[in-house]
């Protein structure tokens, strides 16, 4: 797991990308991107802010397939349902991802790779965290029921870019979620979809990146 930082100020703010592996493939091209706009404009850094992009949370998943069989890590563990808080050992799959077998782990934190970031992002106070998916669902908050600034985060995002908010709601069951966890430690945080599974968005998220890197709770 990759991790960039650019700016150095004490806001500290992070974009998590590829918690579902390949998958979700375009949510890491997007950080990729991200990280070679940034690296050639280092000036789009405030200079109060600090900015994190993990780029790969499931590297096991990016390296397997661009495909179904990229969401899991190597365990067969779904990195978005293996976070402590709400987490179950099981859920009702009816409206949710099914394609292929899948678990949420053992028990909560059972991969290196949720152990991982959540030191990482305890080790660090971050003021602000966008994880992006893939696709078109919209935005989510973090939060059951939403916290008031991952609400604002969300409906700033939605301005700026037409994603949806509120979300398309299928009825899924949603267990164990990063973004959950982060506003469990204080942290506003929001899943971003993007529009479809091989577009970055790119100009969108430009868009999106110019407005989080100047927001504030």
Same mark, same amino acid.
């Given at each position: ?54 780029? $790969? ?40 991802? #099914?394609? %292929? ?15 991982? $970031? ?5 080790? #660090?106070?971050?003021?602000? %965290?966008? !994880?992006?998916? !893939? ?25 700026? !870019?037409?994603?949806?908010? *509120? ?16 506003? !469990?430690?204080?942290? *506003? ?19 999106? %990146? ?8």
């Amino acid at each position: 797991m990759e991790v960039y930082r650019f700016g150095t100020g004490g806001r500290q703010l992070l974009i998590v990308a590829g918690i579902h592996g390949g998958y979700e493939w375009n949510t890491i091209a997007l950080a990729d991107e991200f990280i070679a706009r940034l690296r050639d404009e280092p000036e789009r850094i405030p200079p109060e802010v600090s900015l994190y992009v993990l780029r $790969a949370l499931n590297p096991d998943g990016e390296a397997r397939s661009r495909g179904s069989e990229g969401r899991a890590n190597d365990n067969g563990v779904d990195l978005n349902r293996n976070w402590p808080t709400n987490w179950h050992l099981d859920w009702d799959r009816t409206y949710c991802w #099914h394609y %292929l077998p899948i678990t949420a782990g053992p028990h909560p934190l059972s991969e290196p790779e949720t152990v991982a $970031a959540l030191r990482f992002i305890l080790d #660090h106070d971050f003021e602000g %965290l966008l !994880s992006y998916h !893939s696709a078109a669902l919209g935005i989510f908050p973090g939060g059951s029921p939403p916290d008031t600034a991952s609400l604002r985060l969300a409906q700033a995002i939605a301005a700026v !870019s037409g994603y949806l908010y *509120p979300p398309r709601d299928y009825g899924c069951e949603y267990t164990g979620q990063f973004a959950d966890w982060a506003v !469990s430690q204080g942290i *506003p945080a929001v899943d971003v979809e993007l529009s479809t599974h091989d577009s970055t968005d790119f100009d969108i998220n430009v868009q999106v %990146l110019e407005m989080f890197l100047n927001w504030r709770p």
